[in-house]
């Protein structure tokens, strides 16, 4: 696991002092590879050699910077070091990230041919890229984010995994291209703007929405999408020509009976655990009490019995979301060695900023920092790798159980008694009230123009007196949630496209940012054995029925598949908490420093504050419903303040 970072300057800035730069960006990404960093230069005159931090001398105009700053987790050995370069030179790599299946990809390259001179995935990530060129993507099972020079060609070729789970962010203009594995590192390179998105600005403000796609927080920064790569040529570095390589396939396909099914996504996932217990430093799971971190826990030691393990869990004591009894009963299950964190109010207020510099961008709750903490109890036990159980809810139809997909498939199947049966069953489950479930059907069918209507019979409102809707739309702003789910996966089965969409492009991405991040401060390799591409097929393969069952069981095939192996007890659990924390206790209790943090603010971009300030007393008066955007503001204000960001 490490840091990225590259530069291909535009000619007028090809005398910049790379070495400063590069620098500059180790020490600001040193968190996210304490054990090694090292770089490249590649001089404007091909055939003078370049300078690394070894051989580094003098300034000279240079057409390349490729650094990286290291965690060791395979292969501790100096071999690893990075930048890592093809034996006859034409290839250099930064790279960040685990390929799992990196011991089967070099036997195969072996019988190839290929000659090996390290343990570490690096090289045969390098070396299936070399062998196999950009189908070597759809060939690893992990996670990561890269970047290829090709000397011959003259071409840097960038790609991220199937789901994002490892960040590239980059920028281009006047000063030519860079990437870093994270925001605050890229303001770091000459010519970025630090002016926020509007867009941007207004859907995390307004509906919590954020790292949707490519979009950031800010107007000339970009995210490479889940399973996208780019290909820059060094002599037009403003050119980025961006393409998907994968994308989920949502037909029904498998003929399997439910119970086969179940059988292969048990093996399916015993076999990714397999592989993402490969490491060379100590391990542990994240272990919330639900379903799926519980699963996760369970595999290890299923296939680790006499392994000691681990498990790290945030605690709210005397709270109704309290997990303690389901990570208690895991924890004695599985016979681990059991840590846990509870978090004071005044502890989140004193993290603040450290959280905020740490995530890079907004974010949209408190639970943020509870696992912030729970990653910072990891490493004071000298866990370096965790295993947590991200990703399921939105493969399996986790979460509420999605009953407004699921319904609407069920009509547009023309299944009218199916729909109402299923209705019927879903009221059973706790939290799915008939107005809930009515809700969330009928939103599957409004029409995108009528959304604002919509908004306003529950309550709300796409235009909320606390935004400046004035500036928002002279910036041409539309003020509607976004939503191109349909557009990228057409299909009549809406759970399907729903997960599918959620997974690749607007829910997953968001929490995958928040556990990197929160990981990486901590010099932690956070690892999610759900997210495979070959588990992600599969789910979205079976019909949805087996996801979603017509008593409204969540997870259906995944509880099946667990038996034997989870404690029943937690596999017929019927509540979703989900990693929550009890966000208004911790708010009402720091009101001092809410009414300090609004009022200190004068002008933020796109937020009236006045009016925010007001609504804040009504809430804490009790004159208004407490919900999330409190911490959106929040959260808004202080990263525009520590980040110097501008309108």
Request: with cysteine.
């Amino acid at each position: 696991m490490c840091g990225i970072y590259g530069w291909i300057p535009s000619q007028q800035f090809q005398d910049c002092d790379a070495h400063k730069v590069s620098l500059t960006l180790k020490d600001k990404m040193r968190h996210r590879g304490p054990n090694d960093a090292g770089f490249v230069i590649f001089s404007t005159q091909a055939h003078k050699a370049e300078q690394t931090e070894r051989t580094y001398t003098r300034q000279e105009p240079f057409r390349l910077l490729l650094g990286q700053t290291r965690l060791s987790i395979l292969d501790l050995s100096p071999t690893g070091h990075q930048p890592m370069r093809s034996p006859d030179g034409r290839y250099t790599i930064t790279y960040n990230g685990e390929v799992y299946n990196y011991r089967e990809l070099r036997e195969e390259l072996r019988a190839a041919g290929v000659a090996f001179y390290s343990g570490t995935d690096t090289e045969v990530v390098l070396q299936a890229l070399i062998h196999w060129g950009k189908d070597a993507l759809s060939r690893f099972s992990g996670m990561f984010a890269l970047a290829l020079f090709d000397a011959r060609e003259n071409t840097l070729f960038c790609a991220r995994d199937f789901f994002g789970i490892k960040p590239f962010f980059w920028h281009s203009d006047a000063a030519g291209f860079c990437f870093a594995s994270e925001l605050p590192a890229l303001l770091c390179f000459p010519g970025v703007s630090r002016k926020v998105d509007p867009v941007s600005a207004y859907q995390y403000l307004c509906y919590g929405q954020y790292d949707v796609g490519a979009a950031t927080m800010l107007a000339s920064v970009y995210s490479l999408p889940p399973a996208h790569c780019c290909t820059i040529r060094l002599n037009s570095p403003e050119s980025v020509n961006i393409e998907r390589y994968w994308l989920p396939e949502v037909s029904t396909r498998s003929k399997l009976s439910f119970d086969d099914a179940a059988t292969q996504l048990r093996q399916l996932f015993l076999d990714s655990v397999r592989l993402h217990l490969r490491s060379d430093v100590p391990l542990g799971t994240a272990l919330s009490g639900g379903i799926d971190s519980s699963a996760v826990t369970c595999a290890v030691r299923h296939l680790e019995p006499d392994a000691k393990l681990h498990t790290f869990s945030f605690i709210a004591p005397g709270s109704d979301i309290s997990e303690a009894h389901w990570a208690n009963m895991v924890s004695r299950h599985t016979d681990t060695v059991h840590h846990t964190v509870t978090v004071e109010p005044q502890e989140l207020r004193k993290d603040m900023d450290a959280l905020l510099l740490a995530q890079g961008e907004p974010f949209g709750s408190t639970s943020i920092y509870a696992q912030y903490r729970v990653f910072q109890l990891a490493r004071e036990c000298g866990i370096t790798v965790t295993l947590d159980g991200q990703g399921a809810d939105e493969l399996l139809a986790g979460y509420h159980g999605y009953p407004g997909p699921r319904l609407a498939s069920l009509l547009r199947a023309g299944d009218l008694s199916g729909a109402y049966s299923f209705l019927r069953a879903s009221h059973q489950w706790p939290g799915r009230t008939w107005s809930y479930l009515v809700s969330q059907g009928v939103r599957e069918f409004v029409p995108e123009w009528l959304t604002p209507l919509a908004l306003r019979c529950v309550g709300r409102s796409t235009a909320p007196a606390w935004l400046d809707t004035e500036q928002l739309r002279q910036e041409g702003v539309r003020l509607l949630r976004q939503n191109t789910r349909r557009q990228l996966y057409p299909t009549p089965h809406c759970l399907k496209q729903t997960l599918a969409y959620q997974l690749t492009w607007n829910g997953l991405p968001q929490l995958l940012r928040h556990g990197d991040r929160n990981a990486m401060t901590h010099s932690i390799e956070s690892r999610v054995p759900f997210l495979t591409r070959e588990i992600a097929e599969f789910c979205m393969s079976q019909p949805e029925e087996y996801l979603v069952d017509m008593q409204g069981c969540s997870k259906s095939i995944f509880r099946r598949a667990m038996r034997g192996l989870v404690p029943d007890a937690v596999l017929d659990r019927k509540d979703k908490v989900g990693f929550a924390t009890p966000e208004w206790q911790w708010i009402n209790a720091l009101s001092d420093w809410v009414e300090t943090t609004l009022a200190d603010a004068s002008s933020v971009p796109f937020l009236r504050m006045d009016a925010a300030r007001q609504e804040w007393r009504a809430i804490r008066d009790g004159r208004k419903p407490f919900d999330w955007r409190v911490w959106r503001w929040l959260c808004y204000v202080r990263w525009i303040q520590l980040l110097d960001i501008r309108h």
